[in-house]
């Protein structure tokens, strides 16, 4: 399989001259950990994730320097505290953002791809046509690719005129369930949480979704033509924020 097979198509993003404030407030309301940063022609320029908004001077945790003899300026504004300084008090993403991204191209192996976020330590990475952002792999696009798998090891063969057909029609039928499911705005079901294979339309939902949403996004996906079954799958849920 490649980047493309398993790849999210519809990228949430943002740009370079926005505020840390929208930043957090789309993560927030997206439910995602972090987003590709891109410019007017959709070139990826920087990711920008939770982690690079944890240490803000807004919330009182930035890190704070090293008690020197030298003065506060100098001190602040050292080799190894400035980017610190940046982070806490940057006001745009392109402040806050890491500007060298890997991507990769959606024919990249899944394997390579699987690599490079372990051996990276990252959580997604962009891919790219020609330079521009057509898609997005996270981990847990390879762990759901997984879970819809067949199950055993098979030996790979070559991709024939039937195969090929049956993966534009699971493309067919995962964007005919997306568009179902955007119209019910209140299903509250990203398009990393719904997969096809061999149409079969695989559904992810947090534990604590009301049951009555789940069964209305199942009966929409079973509603849709050419699917031949929907299996669900149950991820815990966000854990709970600590009484203040």
Not at 17 to 41: F, N, T, Y
Not at 145 to 167: F, T
Not at 220 to 230: F, L, Q, S, W
Request: charged residues 25%.
């Amino acid at each position: 399989m490649q980047a493309k097979d398993v790849m999210t198509t519809e990228v949430v993003t943002i740009g370079p001259d926005a505020s840390v404030q929208q930043v957090a407030m789309l993560l927030s309301e997206r439910g995602i950990s972090g987003v590709p940063v891109v410019d007017e022609a959709k070139r990826v320029v920087g990711i920008i994730s939770e982690g690079d908004l944890l240490h803000r001077i807004e919330l009182g945790t930035e890190r704070r320097p090293a008690r020197r003899r030298q003065s506060w300026w100098l001190s602040s504004f050292a080799a190894a505290e400035a980017p610190d300084y940046v982070k806490s008090r940057g006001r745009r993403v392109n402040d806050l953002m890491t500007q060298d991204v890997v991507t990769v191209t959606e024919d990249t192996p899944l394997a390579d791809v699987a690599t490079l976020l372990e051996t990276r330590g990252i959580k997604r990475v962009p891919v790219v046509r020609d330079g521009s952002l057509v898609g997005i792999i996270s981990r847990a696009n390879l762990v759901r690719a997984l879970a819809s798998a067949p199950s055993g090891i098979a030996a790979a063969a070559p991709a024939n005129e039937e195969e090929v057909r049956n993966r534009v029609k699971d493309e067919m039928i995962r964007a005919r369930v997306l568009k179902e499911l955007h119209e019910m705005e209140w299903a509250n079901v990203w398009a990393d949480d719904v997969m096809v294979k061999d149409q079969i339309v695989h559904l992810w939902f947090c534990e604590d979704q009301p049951l009555d949403q789940r069964r209305a996004v199942h009966i929409a996906a079973e509603n849709t033509p050419d699917v031949r079954g929907v299996k669900e799958h149950i991820v815990p849920g966000p854990p709970l924020a600590p009484p203040i």
